[in-house]
């Protein structure tokens, strides 16, 4: 038998050239196509996470050095864990 690809003679039984690797048959099953999915509520999740954090930077802005209220560090690290936690989610699912 003679590769379809580049003419070299091969086994009878071959599945590959052993030259060029093309496939001596149509595979028997084929992959399905798999795209990216857009998701908008990641998106929205994202631009909403982001202006909570350009909000909470002005804030932290207008304060003295030392006056950064506790409550202003938590809330940006939820936004930061939550960005995160729904980034996860979202490639899993």
């Known amino acids: 038998m003679n590769c379809r690809h580049c003419g070299t003679e091969i086994a009878d ?3 590959i050239c052993y ?3 093309t496939a001596t048959k149509e595979p028997a099953f084929r992959p399905t196509a798999t795209g990216r999915r857009r998701s908008s509520s990641n998106t929205v ?3 909403l ?10 804030y932290m802005g207008r304060m003295n050095a030392g006056q950064v209220p506790r409550i202003a560090i938590w809330i940006a690290v939820a936004i930061a864990v939550s960005l ?3 980034r996860a989610w ?3 699912h």
Request: aromatic share 0%; hydrophobic share 70%.
């Open 19 to 21: 030259r060029c690797g």
């Open 84 to 86: 995160v936690a729904l």
């Open 90 to 92: 979202t490639r899993r």
């Open 45 to 47: 999740a994202s631009v």
């Open 49 to 58: 996470a982001l202006i909570l954090l350009v909000l909470l930077a002005l």
């Open 13 to 15: 039984k071959a599945l």
